[in-house]
C-alpha cells in the first residue's frame, strides 16, 4: 500500500520573504501553500496511492479562513474524485479551528480525534489522536489503540518528540516509546526539519514542513511517500516546495577588487538548484576588509548579479570580516579604537538604549529582530560594517 | 628643499630670466618679490610649479616661445647640496640636470613628500582668491575644515561626510515624529494592509449573519410570491368575467344581422373563388371565339393571290450541288475558280520573270549558255562550301604569321659566353664583408664617448665605487622600505615621547592641584582626624593621671584641635573627595606614566633595528653611516649609473676588437676569390678590384641567362609553326573534299569565296520560278473542274457554253431565290388556316364548362336577387363568415370557464362594477413590485453570502504584509548597526582628532591671535555630531567662524595655513611657501603682523612673497631681519 504524508502545510501562511516584494517573484509566490497543497494532490493522483495523511497544522490557527478551508475543500475534493481519501489530525496550530464552522469540507476527509481514532482503508488501520487544546504538555501515546492484528497499522502523531531547537515541547514523546508501540509507520508532524527514525520493521517518518517560510526553515520542502508491502516499510521525500531558503556562503578570499567579487558572487549565485524551485537567498559574505569592500556596493553587487540568475532572489546579506592580513586593512588605530569603545559597558549601554528605542518604534511583530539578545551581533556588525565603510570610503578618496 | 635660483630660459614673455633667492643663510628665509603688474609674477610661479611638476598640454604662456621650445630651470637646495635641474615641453624626459642628463621625477616627488601640483598649491602657494575663497570655506563647511586642520596628518579628512551619510541613512530609516522615514512610511503601508485584510477575510460572524440574512430574504421572497400569485389569480377570474361578459353581447348581436341572408348550405370555402374564376374565363372564351372566326377568312383569302415556280426550284438545287462541289485539296470548288478565274493570267507573267533573272545569273557564274539547273547548289553544299574555304584562308594566315615570329626570333640570338670558375666565391666573400654587423669606427667612436659618460658619472663618487657597486647595490624597494621603517620608528618615538610628556605633565598638574588642596589646610582627612582623636585620648590619659594645669591645657589644646579638625572635616567633605579623585587620577596618570615611559624605551630600542638598517645600507652606498635616508636614493642612483656607464665601456671595446678581427678575416676571403679568377693577387686595397670583377662578372652572368631564354622561346616557336601547317592541311583536304564532283571542283578556295554571295542570289532566284510554275498550275486545273461540274446548271438557265463563272452563279442564285420565297408564302397561309378552325373549337368547349361550374355553386341555395353570380355569391358567403363568427365567440367564451370555479365565474360576470377590474390590477402590480423587491433583496444576500465563500480571503495581502515586514526587519537590522557603527566611529574619531589636533590648533591660534593683535586670543574646536566647528574666543565670547567679518575670516584662514606650514615641516620637511599680494587688504598692522609671521615661517623653511606694493616691500624690510628683496621688471 501507498500512502502520502505531510505535515506542518500551515495552509494560507505567509512566506515571511522580501522576495515576495519582487512583484514577478509575487506573482509566481501568490498562494504559495495552496500552490504546494495542489502539488501534494498531484503526487497522490499520479502516485496512485491509498490514502493522504495530513499530521497535524494544516492550518496555520484556529479560526482559518473561509478560503483557506475552501483550498483544502476543492483539493480533497480532487483527491476524492480519483478515488483517494483523506486522513487529517489537528496539531498545536489548528488546534482549535472547528473544521465544520462552515458546513463539511469533504465526505473524503476523516478527521481522527480521541472519540474516533481509527480509518480503515483496505489492509490498513490508521490510527491518530488530533490535538484538542493549543497547548498538549502530556504525552498522547498512552491513547493510541493497541495494533490491530493482521493489519498496517499506521500512527499520526503530531508531537514535539524529545525535544527540538525553536519548537515548542508539544505532546512530548519518547521516540523509543513510539517504535515500540508495534505501529509499522509513525507520520509525525510538528517539527519543520525533515527526519527519519528507523527501527526494526518500523519507520517513524518527521516529514519536514513542505514549504519552508523564512530563512530559518531550510530543511523541508517534501512531503514523503511510504510504502507498504511485504518487504517492509520504505519512504521517501516528495518535493513540493515552490520557494527555498538557503544560506549561500561567499569567500573573497584573495578578491580585491569589484570585478573579482562580482565573479565570486555569480559563481555562488549559479550554483546547483533544483528545477522549478525558486531560491531566496541568505549571502554569507566572508572577507578581509579589502576583500568585502564596501558593503552598500556589495550589497548593489549582489542584486545585480541576482538578477542575472533566474529564479534567485536576495534575502539578506551578511558580512563576516576577517582578521587575517590583507590589502585595503582598515586603519588600525581608528578600528582598534572603535573596537575598545563598543567593548566599554557605557557603550553597550548606549547601545542598548538606542535599540530599545529603535524597538519600540517596530511593529510588534519584528522586534525581536533587535532583541537584548542580538546586542553582541549587532554591536559586532556595526563596528565592522562601519570599519568597511569607512576603509573603501577613504580609499576612494 | 629650498629654491635658490629659478631661471626663466624660455617662458612666457621671459628670456634667459633668473630670480636669485640667495642661499637661505640667515635667521629668516624670505623673499619678497616685488614687480608692477604684469610684470611676470604669477608667471614666474607658474614656472615654478612647471619645474616641479612638468608643464601641461594646454600651456597657457606658450605666447612667445612655442610650447616644445619651453624651458625652465631652477637651482635647489637640498639635504645632499645644491640641485640643478631643467625642465622641457617634452612629454616625456622633460626633466634633466644642467649636463642634461635626465633626471627621473621620483627625486622630485621625494623632495616634495608625495605632493602632487595640487597638493602643493592648495598647502604651498597663497593668493587673495584662495584666502577669500578659504575664508568662505571655515564658514561653511565643517569638513573643510577638519581636513584643514589635519592636512596630511591625521588620514581622517573625507570621514566627516560618510558619518554624516550614515546618520542620514539611520534618520532616512527612522526619526522621532519623522513622517517621510522608510519606518513611517511601512507602518502607513502595514495599516492600509491591515485593512485590506480585514476587509478581504470572511469572519465567521459575519459567516453567519450573511447566511441569516439570505435565509430572511428567502422567506421574505416566497410570501411575495404567494402575494403576487393571489392577486394574479383575482384579475385572472375578473378579466375571465369581464371577456365572457362582452362575448355574450357579441353573440347576440351576430344572430341577429344572420336572420337577414338567404338560406340554404354553408358555401363551400373556395365557392367565390370558383364563380369568380369561372365568370372571367366565360368572357375569354367568348373573346377567342371571334377572333379565331376572323383568322379563318384572312387566310383564305392570301391562298387565292400566290402562284408557284417548280423550276426555280431545280435551278436551285443544282446550284446548292455545284457548291458543294470540292477541289482536290479538299477546298470549295466555287471559290476555287472564282480565285482562279481572277489571278491566272498574273502568275503566268510572274513565272516568265523569275525564269529570266535565274538564267542570266546562272551565265554570269559559270558562262554563256549556263543551265540554271546544273549551276545552282543546295543551301546546305554552299554553306558547307563556305565553311571549308574560310577555314583554309584562316589557316593559310596563321600558318604565315607563326613562321615571321620564328624568323624575327631566330635573328635576336646572339654569340655563346661562358662564366670563369670562382665567380660565385667572390660574390660569397664580398657579401660576407658587407654584412658585417660593425663598423669598428663608429665602435670606436661610442667606446669614446662611454669612456667619457663613465668619467663623468664616477666623478663626485667615493673611489671604491666600483668594489662598492660590484658587491651588489640595495634596490629601491629596500632604500624605501628602511626610510619608512625608520620614519615610522621616529615617528613612533616622538609620538611615545608626547605622550610621556602629556601624561607627566597631565600627572604633575594633578599633583599639583592635590598639594594646593592639601597644604592650605582646608582638607582634613580621616589620617588627621584619627590623629587628632589619638593626640586627644592620651593627653586625656595623661591628665586622668596627672589631672594637674599643665596636663589640663595640654589635654584642652588637644581638644580643641580635635574639635577644629572634625570641624574642618565635616566642612571639607567637597574637599576632601577632590583629593580622594585626585589621588585616584594621580595614581592612574602615575601608572600612565610609568607605561608611557616603558613605550618610549621599547619604541627607542624599536627604532634601533631600522637605525642599523640605515646604517647597513650607508656603508653600502658609501656614505657616512649617520646619513638620512632620504640621501640614499640619490646616492643608489649615481652608483647605478656609473656602474651602468663603466659596464657601457667595457662593452664597446670588447665590441670593436671583434668588430676588427671580423673585418680583417673578410678582407682575406676577398683576397682570396679574387687571386683565384684573375691569376694573380691584387696589389695594394683588394676591395675595389674586387668590386668591379664581382660587377662586370654579374653583367656576363646576366648577358648569359638572356641568351638561354631566347632558345627557349625559338624552340617554343618552332613546335608552334608545326602546328599550324598540320592545321592548314587539314582544312584543305576538307574544302576539296566538299567540292569534288560538283561544276566548281577547279575552282580556288579565293574564287570561290569571291562566287558564294551570287550562287546564294541564283539559288533564291531559282527556287521563286519553280514556286510560281507550280501556281499557275494550280489555277488551270481548277477552271477545268469548274467548267465540268457547272454544265447541268448552265444548261437549266439556258446560258452559252462560254459563259463566265460568276455570271453563271450570279443568274442562278437569283431565279432559286424567287421560287422558294413564293413555296414559303403558300405554306404559311395554309398553316394559318388550319390553326384558326382549331381553336375556335376549343373555345366553344370552354364557354360550356365554365357555365357548368357556376350552376354547380348556386345549387340548393335560396333565391337571391340580380344575375351576377359573383354577387350572389358574395352575399351568401357573408352569411356564412356570419354564422362562423357566432361559433367562435361561443367557443371562446366556454374556453374562458375553464379553470375557473363556475360560481366563482358566474358572480363575478354578475357584478358589471367597472372599477373593479382596475382595483385588481392595480393590486397585481403593487403585489409584484414587492415580490421584485422581496427576489432583489435575496439575490443580494446570496451574492453576499456567495463572495464572501468565494473570497481569495486576503492570503494576498496577508503574503504582501509578511515580504513587507521582512523587508522592514532587515532595514530595521540595517539601520541598527548603521547606528551603533556611526556611535563607535563617531567616539573613535572624536578621540583620534583630541589626539593629533592640540599642536595645530594652538599653532593657529598664536597666529591669529598675532595677526589680530590679540583681539582674538583663543580658538576652540567644537564638536557638532559628526561634524566640528571652528570657534574663535574675544573677550570671553565664543564666536562662530561663520559670525567673523569676510576679513577676519581671512585672517584665519591665514592662520590656518600657517600653522599647517608648520606642522608639514615639522613632520616632512621645509618646503617653499609662496604668497601673491595676500595682504593688501591688510590695514599696517595687521600686515605687520602678517609679516611677521612670514618672518616666522621663515625662520623653518622658505617663504617668498610676491607683491606690487612697495609699501608692503618697505614693512617686510622692517619686520622681517635680512628679509631679500627681488625685482622683477
Given at each position: ?8 502545510l500551515?495552509?494560507?501562511s ?5 522576495a ?14 495552496r500552490?504546494v497543497?495542489?502539488?501534494l ?12 495523511l ?6 496555520d490557527?484556529?479560526?482559518?479562513d473561509?478560503?483557506?478551508r475552501?483550498?483544502?475543500a ?10 483517494i481519501p483523506?486522513?487529517?489530525?489537528q496539531?498545536n ?6 473544521l465544520?464552522?462552515y ?6 476527509l476523516?478527521?481522527?480525534t ?7 482503508i483496505?489492509?490498513?488501520?490508521i490510527h ?8 498538549v ?9 493497541q ?11 503530531h508531537t514535539s ?21 508495534g505501529?509499522d509507520?509513525?507520520g509525525l ?5 525533515r ?5 526494526e520493521?518500523?519507520l517513524?517518518v ?5 514549504q519552508?517560510?523564512s ?16 518487504q ?5 521525500a516528495?518535493p ?21 567579487r562580482?565573479e ?6 549559479a550554483?546547483p538548484q533544483?528545477r ?8 554569507e559574505?566572508?572577507?578581509?576588509h579589502?576583500?568585502?569592500g ?11 548579479a541576482a ?8 534575502e539578506?546579506?551578511r558580512?563576516r570580516?576577517?582578521?587575517?592580513a590583507?590589502?585595503?586593512?582598515p586603519p ?8 575598545a569603545?563598543?567593548a566599554?559597558?557605557?557603550f ?8 530599545a ?6 511593529p510588534?511583530?519584528i522586534?525581536?529582530v ?14 565592522e ?9 577613504r580609499?576612494g578618496? | 628643499?629650498?629654491?635658490?635660483q629659478?631661471?626663466?630660459?624660455r ?14 643663510a640667515?635667521?629668516s628665509?624670505v ?14 610661479f ?5 619645474l616641479l611638476f612638468?608643464?601641461?598640454h594646454?600651456h ?7 610650447r ?9 637646495d637640498?639635504?645632499?647640496g645644491p640641485l ?5 615641453g ?18 622630485l616627488?621625494l623632495m616634495l613628500?608625495?605632493l602632487?601640483r595640487?597638493?602643493?598649491r ?8 584662495v ?7 571655515i564658514a ?19 570621514f566627516a561626510e560618510?558619518?554624516?551619510?550614515a546618520e542620514?541613512?539611520?534618520?532616512a ?21 491591515d485593512?485590506?485584510?480585514?476587509k ?13 440574512g439570505?435565509?430572511?430574504?428567502e422567506a ?7 402575494a403576487?400569485d393571489g392577486a ?6 375578473r378579466e ?8 355574450a353581447r ?5 344572430q ?5 341572408y338567404?338560406g ?6 373556395d ?16 373573346e377567342a371565339?371571334a ?6 377568312e ?7 393571290d ?28 466555287v471559290?476555287r475558280?472564282s480565285t482562279a478565274a ?9 513565272w516568265q ?5 535565274a538564267?542570266?545569273?546562272a551565265?554570269?557564274l559559270?558562262?554563256k549558255?549556263?543551265?540554271p ?7 546546305d553544299v554552299?554553306n558547307?562550301?563556305r565553311?571549308?574555304a574560310?577555314?583554309?584562308?584562316e589557316?593559310?594566315r596563321?600558318?604565315g604569321?607563326?613562321l ?6 631566330r ?11 670562382g665567380a660565385?666565391?667572390?660574390?660569397d666573400?664580398l657579401d660576407?664583408?658587407?654584412?658585417l ?7 670606436a667612436?661610442?667606446g669614446?664617448?662611454?669612456e ?7 666623478a663626485g ?7 662598492l ?9 629596500e ?6 621603517d ?8 616622538a ?5 610621556l610628556r602629556?601624561?607627566?605633565?597631565t600627572?604633575a598638574?594633578?599633583e599639583a592641584?592635590?598639594?594646593a ?12 582626624i584619627a590623629e587628632?582623636?589619638a ?7 595623661e ?17 580643641s ?7 574642618a572635616y565635616g566642612?571639607s ?30 619604541a ?6 631600522p ?7 650607508a656603508?653600502r ?7 638620512a ?9 649615481a ?12 662593452t664597446?671595446?670588447a665590441?670593436?676588437?671583434?668588430a676588427?678581427?671580423?673585418?680583417a678575416?673578410?678582407?682575406?676571403k ?10 694573380a693577387?691584387?696589389?695594394?686595397d683588394?676591395l ?10 654579374e ?7 638572356s ?5 627557349k622561346?625559338?624552340r617554343?616557336?618552332e ?8 592545321a592548314l592541311d587539314?582544312a ?6 566538299r567540292?569534288a ?12 569565296l ?5 550562287l546564294a ?15 499557275v498550275?494550280?489555277l488551270?486545273a481548277?477552271?477545268?473542274?469548274f ?8 444548261e ?5 457554253r462560254?459563259?463566265?463563272?460568276d455570271?453563271?452563279?450570279r443568274a442562278g442564285r ?9 413555296a414559303r ?6 398553316k ?12 366553344i ?5 365554365c ?6 355553386q ?14 350572389a355569391?358574395r352575399?351568401?358567403?357573408?352569411r356564412d363568415?356570419?354564422r362562423?363568427?357566432?361559433a ?7 374556453t ?5 370555479d363556475a ?5 363575478e ?10 382595483k ?11 415580490r421584485d423587491?422581496a427576489i432583489?433583496?435575496r439575490?443580494?444576500?446570496?451574492n ?6 468565494q473570497?481569495?480571503g486576503?492570503?494576498d495581502q496577508?503574503?504582501?504584509?509578511a515580504a513587507?515586514l ?5 532595514a530595521?537590522?540595517s539601520?541598527?548597526i ?22 595645530m590648533i594652538?599653532?593657529t ?6 595677526m ?6 583663543r580658538?576652540?574646536a567644537q564638536p557638532?555630531?559628526t561634524?566640528?566647528?571652528?570657534v ?10 561663520d559670525a ?20 608639514f615641516v ?6 617653499p ?12 598692522a595687521?600686515?605687520?603682523?602678517a609679516?611677521a ?22 614693512l617686510?624690510e622692517m619686520?622681517?631681519p635680512?628679509?631679500r ?5
Open positions: 500500500m501507498k500512502f502520502l504524508h505531510v505535515a506542518d500551515h495552509l494560507d505567509p512566506l515571511k520573504t522580501q515576495a516584494r519582487n512583484p514577478a517573484m509575487a506573482d509566481r509566490l501568490r498562494g504559495a501553500s500552490q497543497l495542489a502539488r494532490v498531484d503526487a497522490a493522483i499520479e502516485e496512485r496511492v491509498d490514502a493522504v495530513f499530521a497535524g497544522d494544516t492550518f490557527n484556529g479560526v482559518a473561509v478560503a483557506s475552501a483550498a483544502l476543492a483539493e480533497v475534493t480532487r483527491l476524492s474524485r480519483a478515488g483523506a486522513v487529517l489530525i496539531g496550530h489548528d488546534a482549535l479551528l472547528d465544520d464552522r458546513g463539511p469540507i469533504s465526505d473524503a476523516a478527521v481522527l480521541p472519540e474516533m481514532p481509527t480509518f480503515r483496505a489492509e490498513a488501520s491518530g489522536i488530533g490535538f484538542t487544546a493549543a497547548r504538555t502530556d504525552s498522547l501515546l498512552p491513547q493510541y489503540p495494533p490491530e492484528p493482521g493489519r498496517w497499522n499506521i500512527g499520526l502523531m518528540l524529545d525535544g527540538a531547537p525553536g519548537h515548542d515541547p508539544y505532546a512530548p514523546c519518547a521516540l523509543s516509546d513510539l517504535m515500540a508501540h505501529y509507520y509513525w508532524g510538528h517539527i519543520h526539519k527526519a527519519e527514525y528507523q527501527g520493521g518500523r517513524a518527521m516529514p519536514g514542513i513542505p519552508g517560510r530563512v530559518r526553515e531550510v530543511d523541508g520542502g517534501s512531503a514523503t511517500l511510504v510504502e507498504l508491502d511485504l517492509g516499510v520504505r519512504a521517501r516528495i513540493l516546495e515552490l520557494l527555498r531558503f538557503a544560506r549561500v556562503p561567499v569567500d573573497f578570499a584573495g578578491v580585491g577588487d569589484q570585478a573579482g562580482d565570486r558572487l555569480r559563481e555562488a549565485l550554483g533544483p522549478d524551485v525558486l531560491i531566496a537567498a541568505r549571502v559574505a566572508t572577507g578581509t579589502g576583500e568585502l564596501d558593503p552598500l556596493m556589495l550589497d548593489a553587487q549582489l542584486h545585480e538578477e542575472r540568475v533566474e529564479g534567485v532572489f536576495i539578506s546579506l558580512l570580516v576577517a582578521t587575517r590583507g590589502p585595503g586593512a588600525d588605530d581608528l578600528a582598534a579604537l572603535m573596537r569603545d563598543a566599554t559597558p557605557g553597550r549601554d548606549e547601545a542598548q538604549a538606542v535599540l528605542e529603535l524597538r519600540a518604534a517596530l510588534p511583530e522586534r525581536d533587535l532583541d537584548e539578545g542580538a546586542l553582541d551581533e549587532l554591536i559586532e556588525a556595526g563596528v560594517t562601519m570599519t568597511l565603510r569607512l576603509c573603501t570610503g580609499a578618496e | 628643499m629650498r629654491l635658490r629659478l631661471d626663466l630660459l617662458y612666457g614673455r621671459f628670456t634667459d630670466r633668473t630670480l636669485d633667492f640667495g642661499d637661505g640667515g635667521d628665509d623673499t619678497v618679490v616685488y614687480g608692477e603688474n604684469e610684470a611676470g609674477k604669477s608667471t614666474a607658474s614656472a615654478w610649479l612647471d612638468g608643464m601641461p594646454q597657457p604662456y606658450d605666447f612667445v616661445h612655442a616644445k621650445e619651453l624651458l625652465v630651470g631652477a637651482t635647489l637640498t639635504d645632499d640643478t635641474l631643467r625642465r622641457t617634452q612629454r616625456t624626459g622633460s626633466l634633466s640636470d644642467e649636463s642634461g642628463r635626465v633626471v627621473d621625477d621620483r627625486r616627488e613628500y608625495g602632487d595640487d597638493s602643493y592648495t598647502r604651498f602657494s597663497l593668493d587673495d582668491e584666502l577669500r575663497r578659504g575664508g568662505e570655506e561653511r563647511a565643517r569638513g573643510d575644515l577638519g581636513q584643514l586642520l589635519h592636512a596630511g596628518s591625521s588620514g581622517l579628512s573625507g560618510l558619518l554624516k551619510q542620514e541613512e539611520v534618520d530609516f527612522h526619526k522621532p515624529r519623522g513622517r517621510t522615514t522608510t519606518l513611517a512610511e511601512a507602518r502607513n503601508s502595514l495599516k492600509a494592509l485593512e485590506a485584510i480585514s478581504a477575510r470572511l469572519d465567521p460572524r459575519r459567516f453567519d449573519e450573511l447566511r441569516r439570505a435565509e430572511v430574504a421574505a421572497c416566497q410570501q411575495a410570491d404567494a403576487r394574479k389569480r383575482d384579475l385572472l377570474l375571465a368575467a369581464d371577456r365572457r361578459r362582452a362575448l357579441d353573440i347576440a348581436a351576430a341577429d344581422r344572420l336572420a337577414g338567404p340554404g348550405p354553408d358555401l363551400a370555402e365557392a367565390l373563388t370558383e364563380v369568380s374564376v369561372a365568370v372571367d374565363a366565360l368572357k375569354r372564351a367568348s371565339q377572333e379565331a372566326e376572323a383568322r379563318i384572312q387566310a383564305k383569302h392570301s391562298l387565292a400566290l402562284t408557284p415556280d417548280p423550276e426555280g426550284l431545280i435551278i436551285g438545287e443544282l446550284l446548292a450541288e455545284l457548291e458543294a462541289a470540292e477541289f482536290d485539296n479538299g477546298e470549295p470548288l471559290a475558280a481572277a489571278d491566272i493570267q498574273r502568275r503566268r507573267d510572274e520573270a523569275a525564269r529570266t533573272e538564267r542570266h545569273l551565265e554570269a559559270a558562262g549558255g549556263a543551265d539547273g546544273q549551276i545552282v547548289l543546295p543551301r554552299l558547307g562550301i565553311e571549308a574560310e577555314e583554309v584562308r589557316r593559310a596563321a600558318s604569321d607563326a615571321r615570329r620564328l624568323a624575327e626570333t635573328a635576336e640570338l646572339g654569340e655563346t659566353e661562358t662564366m670563369p670558375d660565385e666565391a667572390l660574390a666573400a660576407a664583408f658587407n654584412a654587423p660593425f663598423d669598428p669606427d663608429a665602435l667612436r661610442i669614446r664617448d662611454c667619457t659618460v663613465a668619467r663623468q658619472r664616477a663618487l667615493p673611489k671604491a665605487w666600483r668594489a657597486a660590484d658587491a651588489g647595490l640595495p634596490t629601491l624597494a632604500l624605501r622600505t628602511v626610510e619608512r625608520l620614519k615610522a620608528a621616529d615617528d613612533t618615538v609620538q611615545a615621547g608626547n605622550r602629556e601624561a607627566s605633565e600627572a598638574q594633578r592641584e592635590r598639594d588642596e592639601t597644604q592650605t589646610g582646608a582638607v582634613v582627612t580621616d589620617a588627621e587628632t582623636r593626640r586627644r585620648d592620651r593627653h586625656w590619659a591628665h586622668r593621671d596627672r589631672l594637674d594645669p599643665e596636663t589640663a591645657e595640654v589635654f584642652e589644646a588637644a581638644m584641635r580635635d574639635d577644629a579638625a572634625r570641624e566642612r567633605v567637597d574637599g576632601r573627595a577632590r583629593v580622594i579623585r585626585l589621588d585616584a587620577e594621580i595614581e592612574a596618570l602615575q601608572k600612565t606614566v610609568v607605561r608611557r615611559r616603558h613605550d618610549l624605551v621599547e627607542r630600542e624599536a627604532r634601533n633595528a637605525r642599523e638598517a640605515v646604517r647597513r645600507l656603508a652606498l658609501g656614505l657616512d653611516e649617520d646619513t635616508p632620504a640621501a640614499f636614493f640619490e646616492r643608489r642612483d652608483l647605478q649609473g656609473a656602474l651602468d656607464a663603466a659596464l657601457q665601456v667595457e664597446a671595446a665590441d670593436l676588437r671583434a676588427e678581427a671580423a673585418q678575416a673578410a678582407v682575406e676577398v683576397a682570396t676569390a679574387y687571386s683565384a679568377i684573375v691569376g693577387a691584387a696589389a695594394g683588394i675595389p678590384a674586387a668590386r668591379r670583377l664581382c660587377a662586370d662578372l653583367a656576363r652572368q646576366a648577358s648569359i641567362a641568351r638561354q631564354e631566347v632558345s622561346l625559338v617554343r616557336l613546335a608552334e609553326v608545326s602546328v599550324h601547317q598540320n587539314t584543305e583536304a576538307t574544302y576539296a573534299e567540292t564532283g560538283l561544276w566548281c571542283a577547279n575552282l580556288t578556295v579565293e574564287e570561290m569571291r562566287k558564294v554571295e551570287g542570289q541564283l539559288a533564291e532566284h531559282h527556287r521563286i520560278a519553280d514556286s510560281l510554275e507550280r501556281r498550275a494550280q488551270g481548277a477552271l477545268a473542274a467548267d465540268v461540274r457547272a454544265a447541268p446548271l448552265r437549266a438557265q439556258g446560258l452559252a462560254d459563259a463566265q463563272v455570271d453563271i452563279l437569283a431565279r432559286a431565290a424567287a421560287a422558294e420565297k413564293t408564302s403558300i405554306g404559311q397561309a395554309q394559318d388556316l388550319t390553326d384558326a378552325e382549331q381553336e375556335r373549337g376549343r373555345q368547349r370552354a364557354i360550356r364548362n357555365e357548368d361550374a357556376i350552376a354547380a348556386l345549387h340548393d341555395q335560396d333565391q337571391v336577387g340580380g344575375d351576377d353570380p359573383v354577387s355569391v352575399a351568401l358567403a357573408a363568415a356570419l362562423a363568427e357566432i367562435r365567440l361561443t367557443a371562446e367564451r366556454r374562458l370557464a375553464e379553470g375557473f360560481a366563482a365565474l358566474a358572480a360576470e354578475q357584478d358589471a362594477d367597472p372599477l373593479r377590474t382596475e385588481l390590477r392595480e393590486a397585481l402590480t403593487a403585489a409584484e413590485a414587492e423587491e432583489g433583496e439575490g443580494k444576500a446570496r453576499a453570502l456567495d463572495a464572501a465563500q473570497t481569495a486576503g492570503a496577508v503574503q504582501a504584509r513587507q521582512e523587508a522592514l526587519r532587515e530595521a537590522r539601520a541598527a548603521t547606528k551603533i557603527g556611526l556611535m563607535a566611529a563617531s567616539g573613535a574619531l572624536r578621540r583620534l582628532r583630541e589626539d593629533r589636533r592640540g599642536p594652538e599653532a591660534e598664536r597666529a591669529f591671535a598675532l589680530t593683535s590679540g583681539e582674538w586670543q580658538l576652540e557638532t555630531g561634524g566640528e566647528r571652528l574663535g574666543i574675544r573677550d570671553g565670547a565664543a564666536v562662530g567662524a567673523m567679518s569676510t576679513g577676519t575670516r581671512g585672517q584665519l584662514y591665514l592662520a590656518l595655513r600657517v600653522a599647517g606650514h608648520a606642522d615639522t613632520r616632512y620637511g621645509p618646503l611657501f609662496v604668497t601673491d599680494d595676500i595682504l593688501e587688504t591688510f590695514d599696517d595687521r600686515a605687520t603682523a609679516l609671521l612670514t618672518g616666522e615661517m621663515g625662520r623653518s623653511g622658505q617663504a617668498i612673497m610676491f607683491t606690487h606694493h612697495r609699501h608692503l616691500v618697505n617686510a619686520v622681517i635680512n628679509v628683496i627681488v625685482e622683477l621688471g
